[in-house]
């Protein structure tokens, strides 16, 4: 059974652990108030990961610095270019081992919040799986729930 129709353009992101979908929103900026038509599938069925989340999001395409954000998140979601109802291409996610310019460290006194000292926010993937990120300065783990916060 069909949930959500196909679209003409844009992109489709699937395989997005269950029930993190808001989050991705949030990571994209798409919670916004674009005007872009945006069709949310949550906790379905699937065989990779239990349960999943799907987003199509209608005439756009994310560009590699949204992939960089949707990785935190979803590292093993798959992105599908939609052009003429087709998929014209798939782009990878995949979470690198430093965040440089993407989130801002949570920390208040870190050197990073500091806007004398023009450093760029630099954050090191420690562990994938879990997700586990640290401020290269200051060293603070940074909560994954408060990370839609902190984007750049």
């Known amino acids: 059974m069909r949930r959500v129709t196909a679209i ?4 489709v992101i699937d395989h997005i652990p269950g029930g993190q979908s808001l989050q991705v929103l949030r990571m994209l900026k798409l919670d916004s108030g674009r005007s872009n038509p945006i069709s949310l599938v949550m906790n379905v069925p699937s065989d990779k990961l239990g349960r999943k989340d799907v987003l199509k999001i209608e005439d756009r395409e994310l560009v590699q ?23 014209a291409e798939k782009r990878k996610v995949g979470l690198s081992d430093e965040l440089i310019n993407i989130i801002k460290c949570s920390f208040s006194n870190c050197i990073t919040q500091n806007e004398r000292e023009p450093l ?8 994938k799986s879990p997700v586990e990120i640290r401020c290269a300065y200051c060293g603070k783990t940074q ?10």
């Not at 003409?8 to 992109?11: I, L």
């Not at 949204?66 to 109802?85: G, K, M, P, T, W």
């Open 120 to 127: 760029p926010h630099k954050l090191i993937v420690v562990n």
């Open 143 to 152: 909560e994954i729930s408060e990370i839609p916060d902190y984007i750049i």
């Open 65 to 87: 610095e949204e992939l960089d954000r949707l990785a935190i998140i979803a590292s093993e979601a798959s992105v599908a270019i939609i052009r003429n109802y087709s998929v």
């Open 8 to 11: 003409c353009n844009g992109t």
